[in-house]
Structure formats: structure tokens, C-alpha cells
């Protein structure tokens, strides 16, 4: 297993276009994280997956952006309209729940600049 | 909700040489997970170490190494033997040992190591 896989590492944006980041877990892992990351800040809760379902969302996800994982395996985290706010780095983490202490292993991040 | 609170946003400390990381963090829940990652320059986020609240034992790994304390709600690192490689942001993070609950960080602290 290669850990945690996440693409693309690096988009430039303009403001009002639609991006896509995709994430690929760990491969037993039943639970997929995602936070954004502005520079110099700690990892801001976005929201997370078991399986398939949706368990729960940040108020910071507003309704431009909307998550899924269709098969319970890789997710996606998308972005409409785009603002320059939007810029960060997203970063998706993984793990297995169940296993106590339920360790989130982090993937390298897609850094987004928005223009 | 809880809150994690690292009040060191920079640290120095000169190879070989101790440091201690300072992290507190606020919650009403008594079972619970803490964790310190570090984040090396343009790298990804890696466990360094964890820390069940219902072990009384520091946690520790190699060089690593925890202070806990539980009714004063504090959980610092400590680094001995400083090595060029520990250069990185460490981020205190907390989590709920129950529930569906995701991994809430401090802002982290940037530490450098001076040769």
C-alpha cells in the first residue's frame, strides 16, 4: 500500500471556475477525512466519510463545495465558483475505524490557488 | 466543543539539545485521544506520537516523548537529542474516544533545529 494518494498536488485557478481534488485512501480504511489548510494555520475540519456516507460537515463547507465517495473507496471534494479565499491546501486523511485509537494517516495535500 | 490552544507558534533549539512543545486544550469528556504530527517543510503530515487519556503512563517513541496531565488538561512534547531532520510545524491534535467525532488540531508550532 502506497498510503494515503491525493491529485492533483498542485492547481492554479481563476476565480469562478470549478475544481475537483481527488483523494485516494489507504485501501482498508473505511474512514475518509477532508480538511483545508491556510498557511500557517492548523488543518480545518471539512468533513468525512465511513464507507460511502456522508457522517458529517463543517460549517466551513459552504455550499459551493460538496463531497463524495460513491464506492466507500477514493472521494472527491469539489469546488464551484471559486473564490480566492478558496486558497489552501486540502488535505485528505484515512483511517480505520475500529482499531482504537483510530490513527488518521494524511495524504501530501492539493494545494489550490485561486486568482 | 473542544478546543486545542498551543501558545508557541515558534521554537528554536540547537542540535542535540531538549525542547519541549506546549499544547493544553479544553473539553468536558473524559475518554478521549491526543496526538502530536509533524509537518516538515513542503511534506506531509506524519503521527509522531499518541496518548490514550485513560493510560496514566506518558506515552513515549525513541526520542519522543509526552507529559500528560490530565486535570490540568496539558499534553507537551518533548524532543531529546534535537536532530536537523525534526525541523518541521508540530501540530497538537484531540479526538473524542467515542462518537463520530473528527480530529480537531492546535495552530500549530514551528520548530527550528539550529546545527
Known amino acids: 500500500d502506497t498510503g494515503v494518494s491525493q491529485n492533483p498536488r498542485h492547481k492554479i485557478t481563476k476565480r469562478g471556475q470549478n475544481v475537483t481534488f481527488r483523494c485516494d485512501p489507504i485501501?482498508?480504511?473505511?474512514?475518509l477525512y477532508w480538511y483545508r489548510q491556510t498557511l500557517g494555520q492548523g488543518p480545518e475540519f471539512l468533513t468525512y466519510?465511513?464507507?460511502?456516507?456522508?457522517l458529517e460537515k463543517s460549517r466551513l463547507l459552504s455550499d459551493r463545495f460538496s463531497a463524495e465517495r460513491p464506492k466507500g473507496s477514493f472521494s472527491t471534494l469539489e469546488i464551484q465558483r471559486t473564490e480566492q479565499g478558496d486558497s489552501a491546501m486540502y488535505l485528505c486523511?484515512?483511517?480505520?475505524w475500529g482499531s482504537g485509537a483510530n490513527v488518521l494517516t494524511f495524504g501530501a495535500g492539493s494545494r489550490l490557488t485561486v486568482l | 466543543a473542544q478546543t486545542v490552544t498551543q501558545s508557541q507558534p515558534e521554537m528554536s533549539v540547537q542540535e542535540a539539545e531538549t525542547v519541549t512543545l506546549s499544547c493544553t486544550y479544553d473539553?468536558?469528556?473524559?475518554?478521549?485521544?491526543l496526538f502530536w504530527y509533524k509537518q516538515p517543510p513542503s511534506r506531509q503530515m506524519i503521527l509522531v506520537i499518541r496518548?490514550?487519556?485513560?493510560?496514566?503512563q506518558n506515552a513515549t517513541e525513541n526520542r519522543f516523548s509526552v507529559n500528560f496531565q490530565k486535570a490540568a488538561k496539558s499534553f507537551s512534547l518533548k524532543i531529546s537529542d534535537s536532530q536537523l531532520g525534526d525541523t518541521a510545524m508540530y501540530f497538537c491534535?484531540?479526538?473524542?474516544?467515542?462518537?463520530?467525532?473528527?480530529?480537531?488540531f492546535g495552530k500549530g508550532t514551528r520548530l527550528s533545529v539550529i546545527a
Open positions: 486523511a484515512s483511517s480505520l
Open positions: 473539553t468536558s469528556e473524559n475518554n478521549y485521544y
Open positions: 496518548q490514550e487519556a485513560y493510560k496514566q
Open positions: 491534535a484531540f479526538m473524542k474516544h467515542a462518537g463520530n467525532t473528527p480530529l480537531v
Open positions: 485501501s482498508e480504511h473505511n474512514r
Open positions: 466519510f465511513q464507507n460511502e456516507a456522508q
